[in-house]
Every structure is written in structure tokens, then in C-alpha cells.
């Protein structure tokens, strides 16, 4: 248990520290917006891969029962979240986590939610909870969707404190929960260049994922409880 809450530790210091305005700044001054960008992703890859590690070395405890209807959820869920994710990364967005640096410009998934990383990670956590109703599942999975919930409200204020006055008017445009803006009419439903990416994306690694990819990483088969 020791070395999972200390991958927790690093994995929140990770994502937490970097995150604050000053010393993003000095980093991105430092070694450039690209590079800070490719280092930060290779460090949250190998802060996640040793948290999987660690909660994996703890022992099975079952919480719940497995059952067919729960796999449904990952079926449906975790592709959204893998959506949602990519396609947050590849567009520009001004409020939130995104490769691409921008001021004004928001692409067409900003229209969905101002924050689609956060959906995506929190989906694929929640999607991954209900088929593993084990304790160390508990711990991963619920630890990160936990996560992804405090970060809307960290990234919703540093988003309010950076627009200052023309905060309301830009954020009229979009909203935090998926599809409120659109379904309100404040917001188009468009396809631009990263979307369709995102898309392809995630229908070629679902399908891999399914076809054995996941079995061979994971040594878990998504489709075993399927009936």
C-alpha cells in the first residue's frame, strides 16, 4: 500500500505543481512550449504506468461481484473517454489542457466542453470501475476519476482569473458539462480537422483494444463478461 499511495503522491505532485501558472511558465521559458509539452507527457505516462504497477501488487479484494451489464459500461463508456481525451489534446482550447497553445481561438470540440481531457479521463476511470469491483480497482480507478472531477475546479478558476472581464462573454460559448452549450443553442455542433482525427483515432485503438490489444497489455480480456 506504501508504494501506491507514494505513486499517488508523485502522480498529484505531477499534475499539480507543473500546473501553476509561475513555474509553467519558467519551464516553458526555459525549454520551449513543444518540449515542455512532449517531457510532461512522457512523465505522466510513467507516473501512471507505475501507478498501475503498484495498485496491481496489492491483493484482490472483492468489493462486488462481476456481472455482464458492468462490461456494457466499459463498452460504452471508455471509447468516449478515449474520444474526448485525443480530441482535447489535438484542438486548440484556451480554457483548458490541450497541445496546442493558443489565446483566442478555440476548435470545434470546445463547443462539446470547454474542458474534454477531464470528461475523457474521468469517463475511461469510471468505465474501468465498474467491471473491477475490487479493492486496489477501487483505489485506481476511483483515485483517478476523483482526480479529474477536483480538476475542473482548478482549471475553471486559473480559466476565470486569466480572462478576467471577458470571462462571461467567452464562456457563453461553451460550458463544463458535454453538450449543455450546444443543446442551449449557444454553441454550433461542427466537425473540424482535429475531431475527425480523434475519431479515426479512437475507433482504430477500440477495435485493437478489443481484437486482443488490451489482453496483451493488461492481461484482461474487456469482452469476457460480454453475454
Do not use: C
Request: proline residues 5%.
Amino acid at each position: 500500500m506504501s508504494e501506491v499511495l507514494l505513486a499517488f503522491a508523485f502522480f498529484l505532485a505531477l499534475h499539480s505543481i507543473p500546473a501553476l501558472p509561475a513555474v509553467r511558465a519558467n519551464l516553458v521559458g526555459l525549454v520551449g512550449h513543444r518540449a515542455y509539452i512532449s517531457l510532461y507527457s512522457i512523465a505522466s505516462v510513467i507516473a501512471l504506468a507505475w501507478l498501475f504497477h503498484a495498485a496491481l501488487q496489492l491483493d484482490y479484494v472483492e468489493i462486488w461481484a462481476p456481472a455482464p451489464w458492468q462490461a456494457w459500461v466499459t463498452l460504452v463508456l471508455a471509447p468516449i473517454g478515449i474520444f474526448l481525451v485525443l480530441g482535447g489534446l489535438f484542438s486548440a482550447n484556451p480554457f483548458s489542457i490541450s497541445f496546442r497553445k493558443t489565446r483566442d481561438n478555440a476548435d470545434a470540440i470546445v463547443g462539446v466542453t470547454r474542458h474534454p481531457v477531464l470528461w475523457g479521463f474521468l469517463f475511461w476511470s469510471l468505465a474501468h470501475l465498474a467491471p473491477n469491483g475490487d479493492l486496489r480497482s477501487l483505489i485506481l480507478f476511483g483515485g483517478l476519476a476523483l482526480f479529474s472531477a477536483l480538476g475542473f475546479l482548478m482549471l475553471e478558476r486559473r480559466a476565470r482569473k486569466r480572462w478576467g472581464g471577458r470571462w462571461e462573454a467567452l464562456s457563453s460559448r461553451n460550458s463544463v458539462l458535454p453538450f449543455a452549450a450546444i443543446l442551449g443553442g449557444r454553441a454550433p455542433l461542427r466537425l473540424d480537422a482535429p475531431t475527425a482525427a480523434a475519431v479515426l483515432l479512437t475507433v482504430l485503438i477500440t477495435a485493437w483494444l478489443l481484437l486482443g490489444g488490451h489482453a496483451v497489455l493488461f492481461g484482461a480480456d474487456p469482452l469476457l463478461l460480454v453475454r
